[in-house]
């Protein structure tokens, strides 16, 4: 994934965007970088490594380093950014969040067409970002460049650009599958991926673009570039996994979202599995908390933490390479509380269930410590196939998901032209794959979020959600 921060105003803006950018940090582990506008010193740039620490700290020295009365920043889990590009639009600085799908393709094209060069990584990649500023400046205008460079990438493209005169321009993608806010206070505007990253600083809510729209912001307004569409798909995951329990996307709140996923996800266990024997109701922290508070407040079951994780020198067990090291990081963290464990019947509810690669060793530990029974409940359905159009599960071979894992185990590949059957809890294929799980895993009791109940959670119209990673359906 990744996420982003920009803001120009009247005075300088550095501090609003470190501030802005580090308030995404938990989007993604791999570069953050800055870039700056000043009318003396012009565009500057900064990239740093953040996969063994935090924005913060490598960017500490940024107010000595930087000035200017406009500037944007990017977490990402991808390519370093932002670039500086000098092309006929002048020299800009951009951020792009997103996946692009058909690289080869679309390079093919800018050789063919232009017979541009790219600068080379490792094996031959080149930056996702540089290509989608190469796409952009085939047109005239940043606006149709912008349009054409999301219309030719399979996948999605969210972009900001940082202009040689101050100016901002943000772009949604075009189904709108990430968020993009405006935000504004007395001094300027700003854009940003988490709603609640602008209101720390000071800003007030401006609105939300829509899907591919685009706007140019300038310290004295906001100025739209191009009309938004009418579709819309903005991931789902955003509530129940990647965003921030204090952001707001198309109006609903992450932590309510996922306080009231649990409440629907006790009232579909009562009605299938009728009344249940517990002693706590716990989350797998630290985004399957609040499903697991609402799944508590409604079953009426105590609501405990088990274990706590021990974040001061291990905030994120996802920031080594290796999956073995993040397994071993991510064991280290858990400190039992032992009253709330031993000789307990345990309820946990995580936020999804992927690979089940660091859910197999929680439960392990959980029996370890002497629990008496382990139940697992994701907050949302079996994931069948893995993302195309973020990052979220896209390093993830379909045949890596736990779900195709054990289709295969239970009938093999076959048993793919079944997938709606799999989700189903009520079907003959659905309860199989369940108690294989169980087995797998030693669970007492799996079950799933329904894709009605989740997309109930949400709130908007589900025409409006994507729910590809669970049915498939784009």
């Not at 939300?208 to 789902?236: F, H, Q, T, V, Y």
């Not at 392990?364 to 979220?392: D, Q, T, W």
Request: proline share 4%.
């Amino acid at each position: 994934m990744g996420g982003y921060f920009g803001a120009t105003g009247k005075g300088d803006r550095i501090a609003d965007v470190f501030f802005g950018t580090d308030y995404h940090s938990h989007l993604g582990t791999r570069r953050g970088g800055m870039a700056a506008y000043d009318k003396d010193v012009g565009l500057q740039r900064s990239i740093h490594n953040i996969e063994n620490s935090p924005f913060r700290t490598k960017f500490e020295n940024v107010f000595n380093e930087m000035k200017g009365t406009a500037a944007i920043g990017c977490i990402s889990d991808s390519d370093p950014q932002p670039l500086l590009i000098r092309s006929h639009h002048g020299t800009y600085a951009i951020c792009m969040v997103g996946v692009i799908n058909n690289t080869h393709e679309l390079l093919e094209r800018c050789f063919e067409n232009t017979g541009c060069h790219f600068d080379a990584m490792t094996g031959g990649n080149i930056n996702s970002v540089e290509l989608t500023a190469a796409l952009i400046d085939q047109k005239q205008s940043f606006a149709e460049g912008i349009r054409y460079a999301q219309t030719m990438i399979s996948g999605t493209a969210a972009i900001i650009i940082l202009r040689d005169n101050g100016n901002i321009i943000a772009a949604r993608d075009l189904f709108g599958r990430l968020p993009m806010h405006i935000g504004k206070n007395e001094n300027g505007y700003c854009v940003s991926f988490e709603s609640f990253a602008y209101r720390k600083l000071g800003y007030e809510d401006a609105g939300e673009l829509g899907p591919g729209e685009i706007c140019e912001l300038s310290p004295d307004g906001c100025e739209r570039l191009a009309e938004p569409n009418k579709e819309m798909r903005i991931c789902s995951f955003l509530w129940s996994y990647y965003g921030y329990p204090t952001s707001d996307y198309e109006g609903v709140n992450v932590e309510a979202m996922r306080c009231r996923n649990g409440e629907i996800m006790a009232d579909n266990d009562k009605a299938f599995n009728g009344e249940m024997q517990l002693d706590y109701v716990c989350g797998v922290p630290d985004s399957g908390t609040p499903h697991a508070i609402g799944y508590a407040n409604r079953s009426h079951f105590p609501f405990a933490r088990a274990f706590i994780k021990y974040t001061p020198t291990w905030p994120r067990s996802f920031l080594p390479s290796s999956q073995q090291e993040r397994d071993k990081v991510a064991k280290m963290k858990q400190i039992p509380v032992h009253e709330f464990i031993n000789g307990k019947r345990l309820l946990f509810v995580d936020d999804s269930i992927v690979r089940g690669t660091q859910l197999k060793e929680t439960v392990e530990f959980l029996y370890g410590n002497g629990a008496k029974e382990v139940h697992m409940r994701s907050a949302c359905p079996p994931i069948m196939y893995g993302c195309k159009f973020l990052n979220f599960s896209r390093a993830t071979n379909d045949l890596e998901l736990i779900t195709r894992r054990v289709i295969i185990e239970l009938e093999g590949e076959q048993g793919f032209d079944h997938l709606d059957e799999y989700s189903d809890p009520t079907s003959e294929r659905g309860k199989r794959m369940r108690r294989a799980i169980c087995e797998k895993f030693h669970f007492a009791s799996l079950e799933f979020q329904s894709l009605e109940g989740i997309e109930k959670a949400i709130g908007i119209d589900k025409c409006k959600l994507c729910t590809y990673c669970w049915n498939g359906k784009e």
